[in-house]
C-alpha cells in the first residue's frame, strides 16, 4: 500500500510510541510564527520554544489555551461594528487557526452572523481595500493556461473541501468581481467549525472571470483582473481547466459552487456533477433548508406539505432551487408530479411565469404555466402580478428570495388570511437589508398567526403578550453535514437522494428537539451537521455513489461513531522538529 503524503509541504501530522498525536514540522522560526495551522501565538511550551528556535521572538509568559481564549474573545467584544469583529476574527484565522476555531466552538451562536451572512456581505464590498494576508487560492483569465502548475503552489496536500466562486452574483448584492474570495473563506469556516472538515482539507477558490462593475475596473485598488467577465465558450473553457487540474490534483476533494450568476449557476451544477463530485448550494442548499422548514412549518399548523399551496418569489437559483425542493418533497409525500405542480406557483419580475414571456431560461421552465392552468382567474394585466397569484392560487405559504426589501406588502400577506389563519411566511433574501417583508410587521399584519423564517437572523416578536419565534432558515443547517458526510463516504457524486437526505435530517431533527420552532437554535449547529453528516453519508451508500470501503458495509450507528471520530477539533497538538529541519 501506498505512503500517504504529508499533511503539508510544512508539517504532518503522526502519532508517538502511545497513540496520542503530534505534528512534525519542516518549518522553524519566524516561518512557524507565519503559519496559521502551527502557530500557537503565546501558546508554546518551554520545550517547543527552545526545539523550534522561537525564543526571544514571542512573549515570555505562556499562556494557557483557556487564557488565550479570553484574552482573544475580550479583544473581540472591543470592536465597535461588526465589520471590524469581522475583520478582527479573519486576522485571528491567518494567525492561529486553531484558537480561531476555539473561539467560533465556545461562541457559534454569536458570532456566525459575523462570520458569514449578513455581515459577510460587507466583507465582499471592502476586501480589496482590507485586504492584509493571502488565503485561498485564486485562478483569472491571466492565467488558466497554467492552473495545474499553479495548484502545485498549494502548500496542502490531501484537500477535501472547496468551495469556488465566480463573484457574479454575491448574496443579495450582485456582481462583487474579485471580493467573492470573503464568500468561500467564511464558507469553509463554517466546514469546519459546524461540520468537522479539518481546516487543512479546505481550499477556498476564487474564479476570476472579471467583473462587468465599471466602478471596480476604473478603481486602481481593486485587487482583481480589470476587464468585463468572459462569457460563453470562453468562460466554459475556463472553469472546464479548473475541474480538470483540480480532479487530476485533489482527486478526493469534492466542489461547491457558490454565488454564480442564475443562469450559469445551473449550467455549471449540471455541466460537472457527474464528472467531479459537486453541488451548488444557492441552489441545493438553498432548496433543502427551505423545504425542511415547510416541513416544519406545516407539521406546527397540524398539516402536511401537501396541505400547502407555494407562492415562490424570484425565479433565480435560490428560488427555483426551493421551488425544485418543494415539488420533491410533495412526492415524497404521495402526489403526482402533476398534483405537485399545480400546487407550486412561481413569480418573478414580470409576474407568474407563464408561456410567453421573454428570458424564460431553461431551468424555469418546469414551473412555467399555460393560460389554460389559469381557467377562472381574474387578473388585470399580460400575467397575473404577485397579490393576483397570492389571491387566486390561495396561497398559504408565501417564500421570497429576491432581495427586494419592503416586496412583500401587507394586502399581500394580509390576502393569506383568507385562505388559513396561520400563514407561512419565509422572506428569505440576504443580507437582512434586502429582506421582503421584516417579521414584526408580517406578525402584526397577521394578528400573531404567521409562522415566520427569515435568511438572516432577527429577533422573536412580541405579540398580544407573547413571543412569537422567528426561525433563522440558513443554508449553515444543510451544507456542513451534506460536505462531510460527502468527504467521509468518498462520493463519486453528490446525489438528489443525499441532499433530500439532509433535508429531512434537519427537519426530523428539529421535531424531535424543538417542536415549537421552525429551525433548530444555530448553538446546536455542530451536533446537527453531525447527524445530517451521518444521513448523508448513508444515503451515498445506498445510492451506490460511496467510494470509501472502509465504511460501505457499516450500520448507521457504526457510521456515527466514524464521522465523530473522524471531526475535527480545535485542539492545540505538541509540535515537534522533524529530521534535518
Not at 503530534?22 to 495551522?37: C, D, F, M, R, S
Not at 392560487?393 to 390576502?415: E, H, K, M, S
Amino acid at each position: 500500500m501506498p505512503k500517504s503524503p504529508p499533511v503539508s509541504r510544512y508539517y504532518d501530522v503522526k502519532r508517538d510510541e502511545q497513540g496520542q498525536r503530534y505534528i512534525e514540522v519542516k518549518v522553524t522560526g519566524l516561518a512557524l510564527l507565519q503559519n496559521p495551522l502551527l502557530n500557537k501565538t503565546t501558546g508554546f511550551t518551554p520545550e517547543e520554544r527552545r526545539e523550534l528556535g522561537l525564543e526571544g521572538l514571542i512573549p515570555p509568559h505562556i499562556s494557557s489555551f483557556e487564557e488565550q481564549k479570553r484574552r482573544t474573545y475580550l479583544r473581540y467584544l472591543d470592536a465597535p461594528t461588526d465589520l471590524a469583529r469581522h475583520e478582527y476574527l479573519r486576522a485571528l484565522q491567518d494567525r492561529n487557526e486553531v484558537l480561531y476555531y476555539a473561539i467560533l466552538e465556545d461562541h457559534l451562536e454569536e458570532m456566525l452572523p459575523i462570520i458569514y451572512t449578513p455581515t459577510v456581505g460587507e466583507a465582499v464590498k471592502m476586501y480589496s481595500n482590507n485586504y492584509r494576508y493571502p488565503r485561498g487560492f485564486t485562478v483569472s483569465t491571466q492565467d488558466i493556461d497554467r492552473v495545474d502548475e499553479m495548484l502545485d503552489n498549494v502548500s496542502v496536500n490531501d484537500v477535501r473541501m472547496i468551495v469556488a466562486t465566480d463573484s457574479s452574483a454575491i448574496l443579495g448584492i450582485g456582481d462583487q468581481g474579485f471580493g467573492g474570495m470573503a464568500i468561500s473563506i467564511g464558507k469553509l469556516a463554517l466546514y469546519t467549525a459546524a461540520g468537522g472538515v479539518g481546516p487543512d482539507k479546505t481550499l477556498p477558490v476564487e474564479l476570476d472571470v472579471g467583473t462587468n462593475r465599471q466602478d471596480l475596473i476604473d478603481d486602481p485598488l481593486y485587487l482583481g483582473v480589470h476587464h468585463r467577465r468572459w462569457q460563453g465558450q470562453q468562460y466554459d473553457e475556463f472553469v472546464d481547466a479548473f475541474v480538470e487540474a483540480v480532479a487530476a490534483r485533489y482527486p478526493k476533494a469534492i466542489i461547491q459552487w457558490e454565488d454564480f450568476s442564475r443562469g450559469t449557476a445551473f449550467r455549471v451544477l449540471e455541466r460537472y456533477r457527474k464528472v467531479i463530485p459537486s453541488f451548488n448550494d444557492d441552489i441545493q442548499g438553498t432548496g433543502a433548508m427551505a423545504l425542511a422548514g415547510l416541513l416544519r412549518a406545516s407539521r406546527m399548523k397540524g398539516e402536511f406539505l401537501a396541505d400547502q399551496v407555494f407562492v415562490v418569489v424570484g425565479a433565480g437559483a435560490a428560488g427555483i432551487g426551493v421551488a425544485s425542493a418543494i415539488r420533491q418533497g410533495l412526492e415524497a409525500e404521495g402526489l403526482s408530479p402533476e398534483e405537485a405542480h399545480a400546487r407550486v406557483y412561481v413569480v418573478d419580475r414580470y409576474g407568474l411565469l407563464m408561456e410567453g414571456q421573454p428570458d424564460l431560461e431553461p431551468q424555469q421552465m418546469p414551473f412555467v404555466r399555460r393560460r389554460a392552468d389559469l381557467h377562472g382567474w381574474s387578473y388585470e394585466g399580460e400575467y397575473p402580478n404577485l397579490h393576483e397569484v397570492i389571491v387566486q392560487a390561495r396561497a398559504t405559504a408565501l417564500l421570497g428570495f429576491t432581495g427586494v426589501p419592503g416586496l412583500f406588502r401587507q394586502q399581500d400577506i394580509g390576502a393569506m388570511l383568507a385562505h388559513t389563519p396561520r400563514p407561512i411566511v419565509f422572506p428569505l433574501s440576504n443580507p437582512s437589508s434586502h429582506v421582503e417583508a421584516r417579521p414584526s410587521d408580517i406578525v402584526e399584519w397577521t394578528r400573531g398567526g404567521a409562522i415566520v423564517a427569515t435568511g438572516s437572523p432577527f429577533p422573536d416578536v412580541s405579540y398580544g403578550g407573547e413571543q412569537i419565534p422567528v426561525g433563522q432558515g440558513n443554508n449553515a443547517f444543510i451544507f456542513p453535514g451534506l460536505g462531510f458526510g460527502a468527504v467521509v463516504s468518498r462520493a463519486r457524486e453528490i446525489t438528489d437522494h443525499m441532499v433530500m437526505a439532509a433535508a429531512l435530517t434537519l427537519a426530523e431533527y428539529t421535531t424531535q428537539h424543538h417542536p415549537h420552532l421552525v429551525y433548530p437554535p444555530i448553538s446546536e449547529l455542530r451536533e446537527l451537521s453531525i447527524q445530517v453528516a451521518v444521513r448523508v453519508a448513508e444515503q451515498a451508500i445506498q445510492d451506490g455513489v460511496c467510494a470509501e470501503r472502509k465504511v460501505r458495509n457499516l450500520n448507521r450507528e457504526e457510521l456515527e461513531a466514524v464521522i465523530r471520530e473522524r471531526a475535527w477539533l480545535p485542539k492545540p497538538l505538541p509540535l515537534r522538529r522533524g529530521k534535518g529541519v
